[in-house]
Nanobody
Framework: QVQLVESGGGLVQAGDSLTLSCAAS????????VGWFRQTPGKERDFVGG???????YFKDSGKGRFTISRDNAKNTASLQMKSLKPEDTAVYYC?????????????????WGQGTQVTVSS
């Protein structure tokens, strides 16, 4: 079992930056790829980006060039750094962990999920 807790969400203005954190506990965090997803009311939870166990990252087009993902296995944390935020980035953001080396974009590949943190970007 891996427990994930996100933090760092809040209300920001368009153009601002925000960093979300994902704290993990339980099994060896370094064995897990981490994905970040986001969800708005009435829509599916969408992949934002992810980081492999080796530190490689991959982003959906919406985040390329604006979002960065990092991980600190010694601290059992992963972070999603977001800059140049837009109102359309408003969503609940979730981190998820998959017992695999690689990054998957599909929700079903992830075994463990955090509770989510709200990000609201005002125009």
């Amino acid at each position: 079992q891996v427990q994930l807790v996100e933090s760092g969400g809040g209300l920001v203005q368009a153009g601002d930056s925000l960093t979300l954190s994902c704290a993990a506990s339980g099994r060896t965090f370094s064995d897990y790829a981490v994905g970040w997803f986001r969800q708005t009311p009435g829509k599916e939870r969408d992949f934002v980006g992810g980081i492999s166990t080796g530190g490689s990252t991959y982003f959906k087009d919406s985040g390329k060039g604006r979002f960065t993902i990092s991980r600190d296995n010694a601290k059992n944390t992963a972070s999603l750094q977001m800059k140049s935020l837009k109102p359309e980035d408003t969503a609940v953001y979730y981190c998820a962990a998959a017992l695999t080396s690689w990054i998957f974009t599909g929700r079903d590949n992830y075994n463990y999920w955090g509770q989510g943190t709200q990000v609201t970007v005002s125009s």
